[in-house]
Structures are given as structure tokens and as C-alpha cells.
T-cell receptor
Framework: SQELEQSPQSLIVQEGKNLTINCTSS?????LYWYKQKYGEGLIFLMM?????EEKSHEKITAKLDEKKQQSSLHITASQPSHAGIYLC??????????FGTGTRLTVIP | DSGVTQTPKHLITATGQRVTLRCSPR?????VYWYQQSLDQGLQFLIQ???????AKGNILERFSAQQFPDLHSELNLSSLELGDSALYFC???????????????FGEGSRLTVL
């Protein structure tokens, strides 16, 4: 079965700093999704990547799917306290469900 | 506000008991997904319904069952509860029967179940 591993597991950064979160799949990705979860709340969709080399941005968050489609990175520029939360990558194995990676907990210190 | 409503928000019960979690999907959404989130297991997919029919099954225990009603709301029934069932249970909805279209699922705020 396909697995998604995220790194780092947790990240503490100073406000204004840039950061990167990685998501590595054990199999080729046919769709990679990034979600954000605020502590104790539901997930919010950020973006979806489907093509190798594809890059998308949403405000100060940029995500890219590598050419081999087995890894994605999420980059936050000039982090703000509002970026704090848990970032999860997800994949659709073609079985009508979306399964998620292990998550990265981001703390932004003002 | 995602438009997905889950009740109850919090639930405390004892081992061996049975509980029902309810989910009302976003208006117009036909698919409902159930997820379990715990500290040690992360976010685990349980089951998906589309327009009243079961479409996909994940790591759902036999003690758990779900259904989607004609008005499209869904219920997740958890029985013979064990301490390890304590978790945050999320419902998500989407228009399509597969997330591969837009990839966007709309999540409720979850039902936090504590089993004592």
C-alpha cells in the first residue's frame, strides 16, 4: 500500500522566516494534495498538484511536485503566526479515498 | 465555516458503550467521508459514501458501522467502545464520488470522543 512520509515532524520558526515541508511517497503520485489543520479543528484544502514539475502558489505558500512524482515540497515565505498549524499532504490511490501523510506541526514564534 | 456540520462536538462515554456521530454535508455534496484522527495513528480514512451507497472502505473496525441517509446526512456508529477508540472523528464532504477531480474535501470541525 502507498505511504506518505512528511518531514520534518515538527518545526518551530521565527516570524518572518522561510520554511519548507517535504512529503515523500512510496509510490508514484497521481495527485498530491496539501491541507492545513489548525489545532483541534478540521482540515482546510490548500492546493492540488497533478503533473510532474507542477508548481502552485496560494498567498505566501508555494507547493511543487517533483518530475518523478514521488515527492512534493511546500514552501512558506515570510512566515506569520497565522501559518501555524498542522500541514498534511494527501494522495488519492484511485480507491475513492484520500489518505494522508504523518503531518508536520508548524509553530511560528512572533 | 466549511458548511459541514458534525454533532456532537464532544462526547465522553465508558468502555463497552455505543455512540452515534452525525454529519450533515455541505449543501449539494453527495459524498461523505469519515476519518479518525488519533495521536499515534494520525488521520486514518474509515469509509466513504456517495449518494447513499458505500463507495470505499478503509481501516474501519467491525465494531464500527456507518450509513448515509436519503437526505444525505451520515451517521457513524461506534459500538463496544474501547479506550483506544478515543480520538477526533472527522466527516468530510465533496460533490464528486472521488477526490481526484478537484482534490478538495470540505471537513467538519470533528467530534471528539473520549472513552473512559
Amino acid at each position: 500500500s502507498q505511504e506518505l512520509e512528511q518531514s520534518p515532524q515538527s518545526l518551530i520558526v521565527q516570524e518572518g522566516k522561510n520554511l519548507t515541508i517535504n512529503c515523500t511517497s512510496s509510490k508514484t503520485l497521481y495527485g498530491l494534495y496539501w491541507y492545513k489543520q489548525k489545532y483541534g479543528e478540521g482540515l482546510i484544502f490548500l492546493m492540488m498538484l497533478q503533473k510532474g514539475g507542477e508548481e502552485k502558489s496560494h498567498e505566501k505558500i508555494t507547493a511543487k511536485l517533483d518530475e518523478k512524482k514521488q515527492q512534493s515540497s511546500l514552501h512558506i515565505t515570510a512566515s506569520q503566526p497565522s501559518h501555524a498549524g498542522i500541514y498534511l499532504c494527501g494522495a488519492d490511490p484511485g480507491a475513492n479515498n484520500l489518505f494522508f501523510g504523518t503531518g508536520t506541526r508548524l509553530t511560528v514564534i512572533p | 465555516d466549511s458548511g459541514v456540520t458534525q454533532t456532537p462536538k464532544h462526547l465522553i462515554t465508558a468502555t463497552g458503550q455505543r455512540v452515534t456521530l452525525r454529519c450533515s454535508p455541505r449543501s449539494g455534496d453527495l459524498s461523505v467521508y469519515w476519518y479518525q484522527q488519533s495521536l499515534d495513528q494520525g488521520l486514518q480514512f474509515l469509509i466513504q459514501y456517495y449518494n447513499g451507497e458505500e463507495r470505499a472502505k478503509g481501516n474501519i473496525l467491525e465494531r464500527f458501522s456507518a450509513q448515509q441517509f436519503p437526505d444525505l446526512h451520515s451517521e457513524l456508529n461506534l459500538s463496544s467502545l474501547e479506550l483506544g477508540d478515543s480520538a477526533l472523528y472527522f466527516c468530510a464532504s465533496s460533490v464528486e464520488d472521488s477526490p481526484s477531480g478537484t482534490g478538495e474535501l470540505f471537513f467538519g470541525e470533528g467530534s471528539r470522543l473520549t472513552v473512559l
